[in-house]
C-alpha cells in the first residue's frame, strides 16, 4: 500500500488548507480531553509536517504542529479528515470550523479513515516521511475497522476489531517513546505483565526521529484497574453495616497484594533486560533539588501551597542524607490504578510513558522503583477519595475511606515486598518524599486541568505530613 501521489494544484490546495486550519486551532485545541495545556493562553499555532494518507473524498492527513503557549512550544500530532459527499460519524467537538467556511474535523473517531492505519501497518511501506513497521515475526489481520476508547485523556488509542489497539501519542517527544522501548525489552525478557507490542509509526521532527503510534494486542476481556478498585469503595461506602473493608465482598485487597507482586515483576524484568545502577550522593542531591524545583513551581501557580513548604522540603532533605543504597533502573513513571487491566491471567501494566507533564528529560532519566510504588500509593488514595470530591466535609466518610485506602496501600506493599524481597515501607524517608512529590505533581495537574479535584492531593499532603511528625 503505498501514499498517494498530489499534483502541484492539489498540493496548493491542500498548503491553504493547513494554514487555515493553524489559524483555527488556537480555539479548538483547548476543547480536545488530550491537549495538556489548558491552563495556557495559546499564543500560536504553526503547522511543522503534513502527510496526506487517503486522497480525494474522503481525505485524510497527518498533520504535526507545534502549538507555542509563551516560552513553552511543544508538538501535537492531529489525524485530519474532510469529506464533500458524506457526513462522518464523529464527534460534534471533532469539528473544526475554517476561515472559508469549510468544515475539517479531528478523524481519530472515523472508523473509515483510521482503517488505513492498520492497513500501513500491515504493508510495512512509508508514505513520505512516515514510517509504518510491523514488530519482527509478527502477523496481523487486515480488513479491521477501528473504535477509539474515550477514556483516555493525554493520547487517543484505537481498537481495530477487538483484537489490536492502536495508541497515537498526542503530545510528541523526539527520539524513541519510552513506551515503545521499554515494552520491547520487556518482550525480549518474556514479561508476563504487558501486552506484547506488534507494530508502531514513526516519522521525524526536525531532523529527529519520534515515535508517532504503537500498535499492541488488545485485551477487550480485561477489567480496568480504576474501576475495579472505585467499584470497591462505593460499595464500601454504601454499606450501612459499618464494617470493615474485610469483611464485605468486594474487598479489594487480594487485588492489590496481586497488583503488588506483578509490579514488582515488572521491576525485576526491566532490571534484567536494561539494568541498574546505585545512585551516589550527587544523584541523591539531583533527587532533592528536582523535588524542590518542582514544588516552588508549583506553589507560584498555587499560594495556598506555600503553608506545606517548610515540612516539604525537610521530607525532600531528607532523601539526601540516605545512607544505604539506592538501585536505579527503568521504571514505569506514571504507575496508578488506571494505568494496569486485570486479565484472567494477571495484572497487565500500561503506558509506560512517565508523566504527561514530565520533560523528556525527566522521562528518560533512571529512577528507583520506588517512584512507582508512591504512585500506585497515591492512586489508592485517589480511588478512596474520589466519593468525597464536590461534597460537604463529612468527617466520618472520610474516616471511611482512608479505611478502605490504608487496607489496600498495605496490601500491595505486602504483595510487592513477596517478590522484591524488600519492603518499601523499610526505605520510610525516600517513600514518604515520593509520594509527597508525587502529590505535589498532583497539585499542579488538578489545578491546571480539574480544579474540583485539588481537594484530593491537599488532603494526601496534609495526612503524610502529619503521619510523618
Known amino acids: 500500500m503505498s501514499g498517494p501521489v498530489e499534483t502541484n494544484e492539489a498540493v496548493a490546495s491542500r498548503d491553504e488548507m493547513i494554514d487555515s486550519l493553524a489559524a483555527a486551532l488556537p480555539e479548538w485545541l483547548p476543547t ?112 479491521l475497522r477501528a473504535h477509539p476508547i474515550t477514556s483516555e485523556q493525554s493520547n487517543t488509542s484505537l481498537v481495530y476489531g477487538n483484537q489490536y489497539i492502536l495508541k497515537l501519542f498526542r503530545k510528541l517527544t523526539p527520539g524513541l517513546n519510552k513506551d515503545l522501548m521499554l515494552h520491547r525489552a520487556l518482550r525480549d525478557v518474556d514479561c508476563q505483565h504487558i501486552a506484547d507490542p506488534l507494530g508502531s509509526i514513526s516519522g521525524e521532527l526536525h531532523g529527529e526521529e519520534l515515535t508517532i503510534g504503537m500498535l499492541q494486542r488488545f485485551m477487550p476481556d480485561a477489567a480496568d484497574g480504576w474501576v475495579m478498585a472505585t467499584t470497591s469503595v462505593r460499595d464500601f461506602m454504601a454499606d450501612p453495616s459499618g464494617l470493615p473493608p474485610e469483611e464485605l465482598g468486594g474487598d479489594f485487597a487480594g487485588e492489590a497484594y496481586r497488583l503488588g507482586k506483578a509490579v514488582a515483576t515488572v521491576h525485576a524484568d526491566l532490571a534484567t533486560a536494561l539494568g541498574t545502577e546505585l545512585a551516589d550522593a550527587a544523584e541523591l542531591q539531583r533527587t532533592v533539588a528536582a523535588m524542590t524545583e518542582r514544588l516552588d513551581r508549583v506553589t507560584a501557580e498555587l499560594p495556598s501551597l506555600a503553608d506545606h513548604g517548610p515540612g516539604l522540603r525537610a521530607a525532600f532533605g531528607k532523601v539526601a542524607e540516605i545512607r544505604e543504597p539506592v538501585s536505579m533502573q527503568y521504571v514505569h513513571g506514571d504507575l496508578h490504578l488506571g494505568q494496569v487491566l486485570r486479565t484472567i491471567n494477571g495484572w497487565l501494566l500500561l503506558d509506560f510513558e512517565g508523566e504527561p507533564a514530565a520533560t523528556l528529560a525527566e522521562r528518560s532519566a533512571l529512577r528507583s522503583p ?67 512529590d508525587k502529590a505535589v505533581y498532583e497539585v499542579s495537574y488538578e489545578h491546571a486541568n480539574r480544579p474540583d479535584w485539588l481537594t484530593v492531593p491537599l488532603a494526601s499532603i496534609d495526612r503524610i505530613m502529619t503521619e510523618g511528625e
Open 32 to 143: 480536545q480531553r488530550w491537549f495538556g495545556g489548558k491552563d495556557r493562553e495559546i499564543t500560536a499555532v504553526r503547522p511543522v509536517s503534513w502527510t496526506t494518507l487517503l486522497d480525494g473524498d474522503p481525505l485524510l492527513i497527518h498533520l504535526v504542529v507545534e502549538v507555542e503557549q509563551g516560552d513553552r512550544t511543544e508538538p501535537y500530532q492531529l489525524l485530519i479528515g474532510s469529506r464533500q459527499s458524506q457526513v462522518p460519524d464523529v464527534a460534534a467537538t471533532a469539528s473544526i470550523g475554517l476561515e472559508n467556511g469549510l468544515t475539517c474535523y479531528e478523524a481519530s473517531g472515523d472508523a473509515d479513515l483510521t482503517a488505513c492505519l492498520l492497513e500501513l501497518i500491515i504493508a510495512g511501506e512509508p508514505v513520505d516521511e512516515l514510517r509504518f513497521e510491523r514488530e519482527p515475526d509478527v502477523e496481523l489481520t487486515a480488513g
Open 370 to 436: 520506588l517512584r512507582d510504588v508512591a504512585g500506585m500509593l497515591r492512586s489508592f488514595d485517589y480511588a478512596a477519595q474520589q466519593l468525597l470530591v464536590g461534597q460537604p466535609e463529612d468527617p466520618d466518610r472520610t474516616a471511611r475511606a482512608m479505611q478502605w485506602a490504608r487496607r489496600n496501600r498495605a496490601a500491595f506493599c505486602d504483595g510487592y515486598a513477596h517478590v522484591a524481597e524488600h519492603d518499601p515501607r523499610d526505605s520510610a524517608d525516600l517513600l514518604r518524599a515520593l509520594e509527597l
